[in-house]
């Protein structure tokens, strides 16, 4: 086992487990649990990636966004929303973990209880994720992008330090809007506004 930090860019480090390790999706769930003071994900090729906890303002504004998408997705009920710390594996093998994410629930209720109670294996259907200041914004279009090809109809990419959202979207090119006051959920979140003004 070898370990690496990713990028002097990041606050991060890359735990590369094969060929010495081999960790099940349960074991890793329960490796998970056993340091729930760590973020960790797993990115396709098998690596760990271990992130520290997000820093209290970062968090803050990631209330924010779960707060507003929270009260939409209650008002609405065709779906259900997850905050930071629930892990979704993507077909591709990775494990991630959306700072806010929401799925169909005719997606989520074709799940066993057995699948929803560790790492569902299931892409979310709306991805969110907000760039802290230790972040590389490439690194984060590149995770953003991995969501859109492993089955996400949308994501919001908000990059608190240059005030820009990017919109992916599954049947569209990548947007960038420029200090927005408002973003729509489209046809996908009927009805959600996000006021970015809350998480600037």
């Keep these: 086992m070898t370990v690496t930090t990713a990028n002097?860019?990041?606050?991060?480090?890359?735990l590369q487990m094969s060929p010495v390790i081999s960790m099940s999706e349960d074991s890793?769930?329960?490796?998970?649990?056993?340091?729930?003071?760590?973020?960790?994900?797993?990115?396709?090729?098998?690596?760990l990636i271990i992130m520290s906890p997000a820093g209290s303002e970062t968090g803050n504004r990631?209330?924010?966004?779960?707060?507003?998408?929270a009260n939409w997705t209650d008002r609405d009920g065709t779906g259900i929303g997850f905050d930071?710390?629930?892990?979704?594996?993507l077909p591709n093998g990775a494990i991630r973990s959306?700072?806010?994410?929401?799925?169909k629930?005719?997606?989520?209720?074709?799940?066993?209880?057995a699948q929803k109670a560790k790492f569902a294996p299931i892409c979310p259907d709306f991805i969110v994720e907000i760039r802290s200041p230790s972040d590389n914004l490439k690194t984060l279009q590149d995770k953003m992008q991995e969501y859109i090809d492993n089955g996400a109809s949308q994501g919001w990419l908000i990059d608190r330090q240059n005030r820009q959202v990017y919109i992916y979207s599954a049947d569209r090119?990548?947007?960038?809007?420029?200090d927005p006051v408002t973003i729509s959920g489209g046809?996908?979140?009927?009805?959600?506004?996000?006021?970015?003004?809350?998480?600037?």
């Excluded at 990631?62 to 998408?69: A, D, E, M, V, W």
């Design 84 to 89: 930071s710390s629930a892990g979704f594996i």
């Design 8 to 14: 002097e860019t990041n606050n991060f480090i890359v």
């Design 105 to 113: 629930l005719s997606k989520w209720n074709a799940l066993s209880d």
């Design 187 to 200: 046809s996908l979140l009927v009805g959600f506004n996000l006021d970015v003004t809350k998480i600037w």
């Design 173 to 178: 090119d990548v947007e960038c809007l420029d």
């Design 62 to 69: 990631n209330f924010k966004l779960i707060q507003q998408l």
């Design 28 to 47: 890793l769930f329960d490796f998970c649990q056993l340091n729930s003071h760590l973020r960790i994900e797993r990115i396709s090729t098998g690596e």
């Design 98 to 103: 959306p700072d806010a994410s929401w799925i």
